[in-house]
């Protein structure tokens, strides 16, 4: 399914990539953390306990239900759609690639023209190093996720990404306020050693499964790099589903067919890309 000449991407740099995160995180956070903070409102003693905020995910930790596979759903993803769809679109994104605006947008009517009962849409990190604020925005962006859950972060992403060349650290706060976030949360979070992991533990699965470029996703381990055009995809899940579904009438339950045909589009993904580099 996927056409000989790809939508334009983003390029990756893994030779420098690697040696420049940790740094680049480091002075990412300080500027996310220092910037535009606003002194908490007085609290009022007579007003009901907020609510204790959600456990926060382990690293690496498989989200509830999910089988382990080697593109895992895991609990700190943003998800869109049922655990059980029968199609997932895994996709790494970075949020100042032009690119991956145009995808997103893509995701989203996909999103409206399937429902969340035939398709999920998880989400994944990618900041590129030639993208100098894609960085704090991936990490801004996990903040998000961690304080509000799924809803905010794909509302927040799609704000960010409106105006790629507008990203700074005050503009991030404001975005998070925007779907919900109080300040205070949100730099207290940005600055924890803990969403600075979660995105390099994405950076570290793209790096394995050998992505070179923003956009990649992959639609039941489908691989489908660039801004593919709508059609494109539309092909590649109604496949999918059809496959799905003959599984499942097989007498497959949803977990152990999920993960089969995620492994076996992974390695002809996999064997494509090696053809086609020969």
Request: glycine share 6%; hydrophobic share 45%; proline share 8%.
């Amino acid at each position: 399914m996927q056409p000989r000449h790809s939508a334009p991407r983003t390029r990756l740099s893994l030779s420098i990539h690697g040696r420049l995160l940790l740094a680049a995180l480091a002075a990412a956070l300080l500027a996310l953390a220092c910037t535009g903070s606003r002194p908490p409102a007085p609290q009022d003693a007579s007003a009901p306990a907020e609510e204790a905020p959600p456990r926060r995910a382990e690293l690496g930790e498989l989200a509830p239900g999910e089988p382990p596979t080697p593109l895992p759903v895991e609990a700190d993803d943003a998800t869109w759609g049922r655990a059980d769809a029968p199609v997932t679109i895994v996709g790494f994104i970075d949020l100042q690639c032009p690119f991956c605006a145009r995808a997103f947008r893509t995701l989203q009517d996909l999103q409206q023209e399937y429902g969340p009962e035939r398709l999920r849409v998880v989400i994944k990190h990618l900041p590129l190093d030639m993208h100098p604020d894609a960085l704090p925005a991936a990490v801004a962006a996990q903040a998000v996720r961690n304080l509000a859950g799924d809803a905010a972060f794909f509302g927040y992403a799609a704000r960010v990404m409106a105006d790629p060349q507008g990203i700074d650290a005050t503009s991030l706060a404001d975005h998070a306020e925007e779907v919900g976030v109080e300040r205070a949360l949100y730099n207290e979070t940005v600055a924890d050693e803990a969403t600075f992991r979660a995105v390099i533990h994405d950076l570290e699965l793209a790096q394995r499964l050998g992505i070179t470029g923003t956009p990649a996703f992959y639609v039941n381990g489908v691989n489908v790099q660039g801004a593919q055009p709508i059609d494109h995809f539309r092909a590649i899940i109604d496949q999918e589903a059809q496959a799905m579904a003959a599984r499942l009438q097989a007498g497959s339950d949803w977990k152990n067919a999920y993960a089969q045909r995620v492994t076996e589009n992974l390695h002809t993904s996999a064997a494509n890309q090696l053809l086609a580099e020969d």
